[in-house]
């Protein structure tokens, strides 16, 4: 491993590690806390591997137009940001990154905000914004000969990971909460060839049990307690800023779960602005489930200074995650940035996801949180109409038709949940409706449509 260019350093105690040191559960052996990449070249002004922002920002849009495999996909195309393996050869590759900007002009109109846009992760190779830490991390277990990766999850991981390992030549084992992750996901850990062990457990409990299992075989953990994920995750940053000209926008709305998309996402635009590739970060915000909202309390009750696990519950199964490995990272982007963190009910959830698809877009249930806590700050005063807004849509429509379907035909949200929402719910209901096999039957089922 190229040990020079990077090393971990502990985010806890700033005990500074090389790479290929670290315990097989990414914890310090020190604090027990995790590890960040760090690139000491880069530190000095001046200094010899110090990336120069011009240099980068012109090569990198020669690559656009490049049809090399590395400048194809939208992490490694930044791959100076990121010099994380000996040779770059070993990048397990699917095209991902490089995905969407698209303006927001209903919901822009609607909350009266100039300009609001999607970035839309869910357009990634396995439909979630988990391709981009995986091709990164993935790349780093095939450098190092591992011969079987792993990872806990809610479903995105899972599917991400196993596509991945597979393109790699690798073998991977998933471990899922029983019954609570979306059947898109679970579909595609199979068929990508994962060996799938679903556990009378949540989340949490699986990544607890896989720490322990990664101590105990030669299996490379693929969790976002991983710090070369959020390498690769740190690259939607750049597109972003890439995509504005530079400027970044004012502010970006994440949706939380295990914490590590909102902490590489502050990574990658701390970093840009320490090299001096943009000028100011933008707020970051950090929305999570009301029934799993463990960093919501975290600040609400401690200032963010300690977190306490609980038990959580919501049908945004994605981000169905009580005890968030990557906590601390999350609380210093947001709080490094000016950003909120906040949670939103099931139906808000539920009615933004419906006005996301509206739209054209879609996405899944634990991305739609992003719109539902930016109409929580635009009406507590705290985005003003002239912001740039940016919200990060995190995975496809098409990963939980289930929870889409079900509240279509009305049978998503139980009656004290939808209380005081009934209209605007049933404004945004398209069931499909049976109708006779005649023009006139079809014709007159367009009457009773309200759009
Ligand atoms: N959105 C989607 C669609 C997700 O799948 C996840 C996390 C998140 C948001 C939250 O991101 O954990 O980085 O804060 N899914 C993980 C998984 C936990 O196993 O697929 P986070």
């Not at 990872?151 to 991945?164: D, I, L, P, V």
Request: charged share 25%; aromatic share 6%; hydrophobic share 45%.
């Amino acid at each position: 491993m190229k040990e020079i260019l990077h090393q971990l350093r502990c985010i806890g105690c700033g005990a500074r590690i090389a790479g290929a040191e670290a315990q097989p559960d990414f914890r310090c052996a020190v604090c027990g806390e995790l590890f960040d990449v760090e690139y000491p070249g880069w530190s000095e002004r001046g200094g010899k591997d110090r990336p120069n922002a011009g240099a980068l920002k012109w090569v990198w849009r020669e690559r656009r137009s490049s049809r090399e495999q590395l400048d194809c996909s939208g992490v490694w195309r930044f791959r100076e940001l990121l010099p994380i393996l000996d040779d770059f050869s070993n990048a397990v590759s699917l095209r991902e990154g490089n995905t969407p900007l698209y303006h927001m002009t209903r919901a822009a109109l609607a909350l009266r905000i100039d300009l609001l846009f999607a970035k839309h992760q869910g357009m990634n190779p396995t439909g979630s914004f988990k391709d981009t830490g995986m091709t990164a991390a993935m790349s780093v277990a095939k450098e190092r000969g591992f011969a079987w990766v792993a990872c806990a999850s809610t479903g995105n991981t899972s599917a991400s990971m196993a596509a991945y390992a597979a393109r790699a030549g690798l073998r991977s084992l998933v471990l899922i909460p029983e019954g609570k992750i979306a059947w898109g996901k679970l579909s595609q850990a199979m068929d990508y060839g994962a060996v799938t062990c679903q556990l009378k457990a949540d989340f949490d409990g699986c990544l607890r049990l896989l720490s322990q299992i990664v101590k105990e075989a030669p299996i490379y953990l693929l969790n976002s307690v991983n710090p070369y994920r959020l390498e690769g995750q740190k690259t939607p940053a750049f597109e972003i800023a890439e995509a504005f000209d530079w400027s970044v926008p004012d502010h970006l709305i994440v949706p939380g779960g295990n914490l590590g998309n909102s902490s590489a996402l502050g990574k990658g635009f701390r970093e840009m602005y320490e090299l001096g590739l943009v000028a100011k970060m933008p707020r970051i915000s950090v929305i999570q489930a009301a029934g799993a909202n463990p960093l919501v309390r975290s600040f609400r009750e401690h200032q963010a200074a300690s977190l306490e696990p609980m038990e959580a519950h919501t049908r945004a199964t994605a981000i169905r995650i009580g005890n968030p490995a990557s906590w601390r990272k999350a609380a210093r982007a947001i709080q490094e940035t000016g950003g909120w963190c906040l949670d939103v009910t099931e139906a808000e959830i539920a009615i933004a996801k419906a006005e996301i698809g509206a739209e054209g877009l879609g996405c899944e249930p634990a991305s739609a949180v992003t719109l539902a806590g930016l109409k929580k700050l635009r009406a507590e005063g705290k985005v003003a109409s002239a912001e740039t807004v940016v919200l990060m849509l995190t995975g496809h429509t098409l990963k939980d038709a289930d929870y889409t379907i079900n509240f279509h035909r009305g049978k998503l949200l139980a009656i004290d949940e939808a209380e005081g929402r009934e209209a605007e719910i049933a404004g945004l209901r398209r069931d499909a409706v049976a109708v006779e096999a005649t023009p006139a039957a079809v014709l007159d089922a367009l009457k009773g449509s309200s759009r």
